[in-house]
């Protein structure tokens, strides 16, 4: 079974920046399209943002202009590189397949507060 593990969350100002990393064990990552997600305490988990197999990507309206996703197949690793962070965007976030595939980790905590 696939092992996702999210990393690069933190504590961050308004307006800030984060970059975000998921890392897969396995060899067939690549043959995936990947997702970041997001969940607060008491509501559903959200979808972020996708990325093909062939790079092409979707954005949900609310993180457009603002977040970009990537992937480096080699490394088996999807990034979600986060700017102009709001309060809002505070969240535990989750990477996995675009039908949630696999066992979801642990993910990381962004925390955005002045």
């Known amino acids: 079974q696939v092992q996702l593990v999210e990393s690069g969350g933190g504590l961050v100002q308004p307006g800030g920046s984060l970059r975000l990393s998921c890392a897969a064990s396995?060899?067939?990552?690549?043959?995936?399209?990947m997702g970041w997600y997001r969940q607060v305490p008491g509501k559903q988990r959200e979808l972020v943002a996708t990325?093909?197999?062939?790079?092409?990507?979707n954005y949900a309206d609310f993180v457009k202009g603002r977040f970009t996703i990537s992937r480096d197949n080699t490394k088996n690793t999807v990034y979600l590189q986060m700017n102009s962070l709001k309060p809002e965007d505070t969240a535990v976030y989750y990477c996995n397949t675009r039908s949630g595939r696999f066992n979801w980790g642990q993910g990381t905590q962004v925390t955005v507060s002045s």
């Open positions: 990325i093909g197999t062939g790079g092409n990507t």
């Open positions: 396995g060899s067939i990552f690549s043959i995936y399209v």
